[in-house]
């Protein structure tokens, strides 16, 4: 393929050197851009200029790759990302340019830049052969075409033509960065991924013993809710991908000493093993907001002691890589219950949607006060000195979780056979625990339920109870009564300002 820059003799000059450069710098752009769409959107983590700077670390002295890093520390990969990024957009630039005598020239160094981008990512064992291919031949592709219409509209001649090169270019531009965007983000996100399945969790140095065998009631939702169930509800608009290399846990405000983490300091600290019921706020009243997790963490109060709590922190503020803040009292990490710094969960690295790298796990208190996902900081301050995110938003300061109950089988609505049915649910009130499930049908007696074994005080609690069903509608409620003998309440009340309350009632029909 070539690139004519040139019209007809007898009709405008050639193109002007400086729209000839934008051409030629906005035609790499956007190439580049494609390159990495393609590579994200085959769900690939290493994309070309990824595969080039290593190259680039590899060939270069050691003592300028030293100065690198001495000179930009933590930053010294992403320069040298956006330096091939600049000095690929410089070339593309003086290709426009010489294209203006040369046409042949652009075919020679567009294949030429997929080719060796093509040889590198080969060469590069954590690179996807066939993503890298298609990649650079595509970008090569895109490029030379975006660079021909760029320079065939932007001749000098007419302000149409002028007002028709703003838009070329414009659109190339927009394109460009938009493609770069969205294939960066699927790349990153891939490559989280990568870094998160190479890591062991360590072993914990007290474990929660396994699960009783009458742990499991019949109609019953797991014990354990597998990862893939657990509720997600978070404000960020899209799962942040954390880089573990840079990656930093600090605690920081009213500390003795303000302290940094690593992702590897953290896996080198010993940890304990937890089954901990987490629940929303915004749960409704037998809603599916809760689950229940073995988490696997370091206590907070030892991650704190690290730093040494002033007497006046009376505040424990989470903070996200996104933003995102909580605030709960600092008596909570050391008046017993479960609280950690949580980086594994049901055996398994925290999973991306959950807060990997590290989140924080508060037993009976709401998610909105208390479970920072993708925590980046924990500072420590007054009661009165922060609100965090929700609290202007309406939402209670204090969020400790209520006393609730569910009942999972049968559902709202169904029709059940006559005769013999089972009714069975969980129970929960993290911190207390649960000692007592009672059913209501038909507006009668209260009828105490088979309570299943108890997997700690921090966990939910199945039940259950043999019914026999007459023919015709019933309506079927329960309550729950919890370890310090305070039953739940009837009275109905939404989620805002600190969680529902009221019985999970339910309507089935036997026949």
């Avoid at 393609?38 to 270069?60: F, K, M, N, P, Q």
Wanted: charged share 20%; net charge negative; aromatic share 6%.
């Amino acid at each position: 393929m070539t690139v004519s820059s040139t019209a007809d003799p007898a009709g405008p000059e050639p193109t002007s050197p400086w729209r000839a450069f934008v051409s030629g710098l906005l035609a790499v752009g956007l190439a580049l851009g494609v390159a990495e769409l393609i590579v994200g959107a085959s769900g690939a983590s290493r994309s070309l200029v990824t595969s080039i700077g290593d190259w680039v670390i590899e060939v270069s002295p050691s003592g300028l790759v030293k100065w690198a890093i001495e000179l930009f520390g933590t930053k010294d990969k992403l320069v040298l990302v956006l330096s091939i990024v600049v000095v690929c957009l410089a070339v593309g630039g003086l290709v426009g340019v010489a294209a203006r005598r040369s046409p042949w020239l652009p075919p020679i160094v567009f294949v030429g830049f997929a080719a060796a981008a093509i040889v590198l990512a080969f060469q590069d064992p954590l690179a996807n052969r066939a993503a890298s291919f298609a990649a650079a031949v595509a970008a090569a592709g895109v490029g030379l075409a975006a660079l021909a219409i760029m320079l065939r509209t932007e001749a000098i001649g007419s302000n149409d033509d002028r007002r028709l090169f703003l838009k070329t270019a414009g659109a190339a531009a927009v394109l460009g960065v938009a493609a770069a965007a969205v294939g960066r983000s699927m790349i990153d996100r891939m490559a989280v991924i990568a870094d998160r399945a190479e890591i062991t969790l360590p072993f914990a140095r007290s474990a929660d013993p396994a699960l009783p065998a009458g742990a499991q009631a019949s109609g019953a939702v797991p014990v354990i809710t597998p990862n893939g169930e657990f509720y997600k509800i978070d404000t960020s608009l899209a799962t942040p991908s954390v880089d573990l290399t840079t990656w930093r846990l600090k605690i920081t405000g009213l500390v003795d000493r303000e302290l940094e983490f690593s992702y590897n300091d953290l896996l080198d600290m010993e940890m304990d093993e937890r089954i901990v019921t987490l629940s929303c706020v915004s749960n409704r009243v037998g809603g599916s907001l809760v689950g229940t997790a073995n988490w696997l963490g370091i206590p907070l109060a030892e991650l704190l002691d690290k730093a040494g709590v002033k007497p006046e922190a009376s505040q424990i503020v989470g903070r996200s890589v996104d933003g995102f803040t909580v605030g709960f009292p600092t008596a909570a990490a050391y008046d017993g219950r479960d609280a950690m710094i949580a980086i594994g969960m049901n055996g398994e690295p925290l999973p991306l949607d959950h807060g990997f790298p590290a989140r924080i796990v508060v037993a009976g208190l709401y998610g909105y006060v208390s479970a920072t996902k993708w925590l980046s900081e924990i500072e420590l301050t007054t009661w009165d000195a922060f609100d965090a995110y929700w609290i202007p938003r309406g939402w209670a300061k204090e969020g400790p979780i209520k006393t609730q109950s569910r009942i999972d089988t049968p559902r709202d609505g169904r029709s059940i056979a006559v005769g013999e049915n089972t009714i069975a649910g969980v129970a929960w009130a993290p911190n207390r625990g649960i000692t007592r499930v009672e059913i209501q049908i038909d507006g009668g007696a209260w009828q105490e339920t088979t309570l299943a074994e108890s997997i700690g005080d921090d966990g939910w609690r199945q039940w259950q109870l043999d019914w026999t069903a007459d023919p015709g509608a019933h309506e079927i409620v329960v309550r729950a009564t919890d370890g310090t003998g305070a039953t739940q309440t009837a009275g109905l009340a939404a989620p805002r300002p600190d969680g529902a309350t009221g019985h999970h009632t339910i309507t089935v029909n036997a026949g």
